[in-house]
């Protein structure tokens, strides 16, 4: 995961009760740079998204989706322990 602070500026659309005008619009953010690919892929896919964070080393990251659902992100030695679970 990279480091705090280290992002890429992504599209992004705004819902609009998130958004300071109440409605909905497209925004260049800054995305965290380590799931930046990731997002920008989500939104060409036409999947709306709220807010995401990659966890900085510190915890999971995850991507929260605009219908409510959540994409956990695990670093590559969680993501092991998850499936050596199974």
Same mark, same amino acid.
Request: some cysteine.
């Given at each position: 995961?990279? !480091?705090? %602070? ?7 659309? $705004?819902? #609009?009760?998130? +958004? !300071?005008? %109440? ?7 800054? $995305?965290? #740079?380590?799931? +930046? ?50």
């Amino acid at each position: 995961m990279c !480091a705090h %602070g280290t992002s890429i500026p992504v599209q992004v659309k $705004i819902p #609009a009760d998130l +958004a !300071a005008e %109440g409605r909905e619009k497209w925004k260049e953010a800054p $995305i965290d #740079a380590c799931i +930046a690919p990731l997002v920008a892929a989500l939104q060409v896919a036409g999947i709306d998204m709220r807010g995401s964070c990659c966890g900085h080393g510190r915890g999971d990251g995850h991507i929260d989706l605009q219908d409510g659902r959540g994409l956990l992100i695990l670093s590559p030695e969680r993501n092991a322990e998850y499936f050596a679970r199974r």
